[in-house]
């Protein structure tokens, strides 16, 4: 197998678990910032604004940083298990080294379930975006549209996704710079009634700890994706300390912009704590800016929701997703024809193909049912961090015995207790499903024993003295 593009040193590293370098290596930690960026989407308050300010009541702004401090806990915990373990799979691999492979595998079986589904929910939200602006087009034929150009870009390599990512992350940060100055303009002139406070950060007559812990769990869907820069450890240049490092800055850049936009939205929104209606609440965003600039940027929000949702975040959601199916393949917790890199472009293709069947068949089915879709891509991504939490933990301060009681046992234990307050108050029709889809992933590990199928974190094809090491 070709050296892929790596060092002696990347390639030693793999081989310490038993891989050898498939995948192509050229990204760096600019490439790796994007790739979290895009994947969290910058913009990704414009869509849920409305939930999330009725939620909070107004206080849109502090529920957005209580979840910034919620999730740079896991970023840390992902940050270390990545230095510790600098290979594809993400939590998956993570949990598998730190606490033992079936609960490694149940790790990977849940965040599954987030990667699967977010695909689907992406082109679900781009199609109702897009119905905005072409009421005459329906919606699934745009999400067959995004489907193949989404496609079409992640098969022809990880370079040309990347360059991909850098023109998208470039136009969502245009027309945020233009709803912000626009939105600072018409708060200057008191347009609706606005002004310069700081109640949308805390309004003592309606805070309390349940009502923005419950918010917390409709915006903490705008945090996910940083975690799947961990995925591309094998394709980046540099090593696991670019991964980290990437990993933390991309959380913290997505989250003072979440902030910023948040902020001069609500204040242009005073004296109301909800809105009236539930259309009302959908539309808060697009509604707001037809206030401050009129129709065109309106609809600009519109096609920015559109194309960065079903589009620039998609489009990195089935190239993660495609990574962690290829590492659980390679490990033969999966079927082996997916984890087959392709001899040009070195992308899992048959995994991509995979994904983009799946997420053309459930967007499809699933067309306009976004509030479900969310609660059970937020179950999965937030129960792999439960476990993630534990890993860190048990590696560093149970088995390495060597511990940064700060980095190995304050983070995870504070980050572990966030995660699962905001999982026990989610939506109940999500943890009914999330619970039924982690029951199934029990059964496959109870199989695999009963079956005396190997549940180590190896390649299938290696030697089993490689995983010993």
């Known amino acids: 197998m070709p050296d892929a593009g790596s060092t002696p040193t990347e390639s030693a590293e793999l081989a310490r678990f038993g891989y050898q370098q498939e995948l192509k290596r050229g ?27 009725d939620a909070s009541h107004g206080m849109v702004p502090l529920t957005y940083l209580i979840g910034f401090v919620a999730m740079i806990f896991t970023a840390v915990s992902y940050q270390q298990m990545s230095r510790a373990f600098p290979i594809a799979g993400s939590v998956y691999s993570y949990a598998g080294r730190g606490i033992s492979p079936s609960v490694g595998f149940l790790a990977g079986w849940a965040i599954l379930l987030d990667y699967l589904l977010i695909p689907t929910l992406l082109y679900v939200i781009g199609a109702n975006a897009m119905a905005n602006v072409f009421p ?35 136009g969502q940060l245009v027309v945020l710079g233009v709803f912000v100055g626009f939105a600072a303009w018409a708060i200057g002139r008191g347009v609706n009634g606005a002004s310069w406070t700081t109640l949308p950060f805390y309004d003592p007559a309606e805070f309390s700890a349940p009502l ?107 190239s993660a997703t495609s990574r962690l199916l290829f590492s659980m393949a390679r ?9 087959t890199i392709h001899p040009v472009t070195r992308v899992p293709q048959r995994a991509i193909l995979l994904v983009a069947g799946l997420s053309l068949v459930l967007g499809l089915f699933f067309v306009g049912q976004i509030n479900l879709l969310a609660s059970l891509c937020n179950f999965g991504a937030l129960t792999a961090f439960l476990l993630l939490h534990v890993s860190v933990v048990v590696h560093h301060v ?52 009963a079956t005396g199928r190997s549940t180590e974190l190896r390649a299938s094809d290696a030697p089993v003295d490689a995983q010993q090491r």
């Open 212 to 318: 923005v812990f419950t918010a917390l769990s409709v915006a903490v869907l705008s945090f996910l994706g940083f975690d799947a820069i961990s995925t591309l450890s094998e394709e980046t240049v540099g090593g696991n300390r670019v991964v980290g490092r990437a990993t933390v800055l991309a959380l913290c850049i997505v989250a003072a912009l979440f902030v910023l936009q948040t902020y001069l939205a609500a204040l242009l929104q005073p004296g109301i704590t909800e809105f009236p209606t539930q259309e009302a609440s959908n539309n808060a965003f697009y509604d707001i800016g037809l206030l401050i600039a009129g129709p065109w940027l309106q609809v600009v929000i519109a096609l920015a929701v559109a194309i960065g949702s079903a589009v620039a975040n998609s489009l990195v959601a089935q």
């Open 27 to 53: 990204l760096s930690l600019k490439h790796l910032l994007v790739y979290g960026l895009v994947f969290m989407v910058p913009i990704a308050p414009f869509s849920i604004f409305g939930g999330v300010f």
């Open 136 to 170: 005459s087009v329906p919606q699934p034929v745009w999400i067959v549209a995004f489907v193949l150009v989404n496609t079409v870009v992640n098969l022809r390599g990880i370079e040309t996704t990347a360059k991909a990512n850098n023109v998208f992350l470039v």
């Open 398 to 449: 149970v088995r390495s015995r060597q511990p940064r009681w700060g980095v190995h046992l304050v983070v995870p234990v504070v980050g572990f207790a966030i995660i699962a307050y905001v999982l026990v108050n989610a939506d109940v029709h999500a943890k009914v499903g999330g619970l039924v889809w982690l029951a199934v992933g029990l059964v496959v590990v109870l199989v695999f024993k």
């Open 331 to 339: 490990d033969g917790k999966l079927p082996g024809f997916l984890k």
